[in-house]
């Protein structure tokens, strides 16, 4: 006989929580505004937007 356990469930879930001042959320501030820079130079200076990784910042 094969048996199936439920996979367990806790009561409640903990979650993290980062405001403003987080290294995280100034880093994705950051990133976020060299994409949009790049993407404007971009399509100025080639009438298209290229590809491009700008995710991984150091503060």
């Given at each position: 006989?094969?048996?199936?356990?439920?996979?367990?469930?806790?009561?409640?879930?903990v979650?993290?929580?980062?405001?403003?001042?987080?290294?995280?959320?100034?880093?994705?501030?950051?990133?976020?505004?060299?994409?949009?820079?790049?993407?404007r130079?971009?399509?100025?200076?080639?009438?298209?937007?290229?590809?491009?990784?700008?995710?991984?910042?150091?503060?």
């Open positions: 006989m094969i048996v199936v356990n439920k996979p367990f469930t806790p009561p409640y879930e979650v993290e929580r980062k405001g403003l001042g987080h290294p995280d959320t100034l880093a994705d501030g950051i990133s976020e505004a060299i994409s949009r820079s790049l993407c130079h971009y399509l100025e200076e080639s009438g298209q937007i290229l590809h491009h990784n700008v995710d991984k910042v150091l503060i």
